[in-house]
């Protein structure tokens, strides 16, 4: 069976960092493309970053220049580098692949106020 975890969510002020990681045990972490999606609330999930098992990275254009994504196959973990944290950034974050979702996790929160 497929778990994802992910964590390191928080509360942090406007401008701030937080790193989240993702990972995913039960299956060969390395053969998957790697999304992060957000979900804030009243509002639908929407994608944010994607890493390929090889090839270029892509960010929506809401956190394009602020956020990287990354992965360490060796850990079976995928990462999410948020810079310069917005309170539009406030969500529960989770991570899944594609094409296709595993089961989801549970998610972490950020929540970026002052």
């Known amino acids: 069976q497929v778990l994802l975890v992910e964590s390191g969510g928080g509360l942090v002020q406007p401008g701030g960092s937080l790193r989240l990681s993702c990972v995913v045990s039960?299956?060969?972490?390395?053969?998957?493309?790697m999304n992060w999606y957000r979900q804030a609330p009243g509002k639908q999930r929407e994608w944010v970053a994607r890493?390929?098992?090889?090839?270029?990275?892509a960010y929506a254009d809401s956190v394009k220049g602020r956020f990287t994504i990354s992965r360490d196959n060796a850990k079976n973990t995928v990462y999410l580098q948020m810079n310069s944290l917005k309170p539009e950034d406030t969500a529960v974050y989770y991570c899944?692949?594609?094409?296709?979702?595993?089961?989801w996790g549970q998610g972490t929160q950020v929540t970026v106020s002052s």
């Open positions: 899944n692949k594609d094409p296709g979702t595993f089961p």
């Open positions: 039960g299956s060969i972490f390395s053969i998957y493309n």
């Open positions: 890493i390929p098992k090889n090839g270029n990275t």
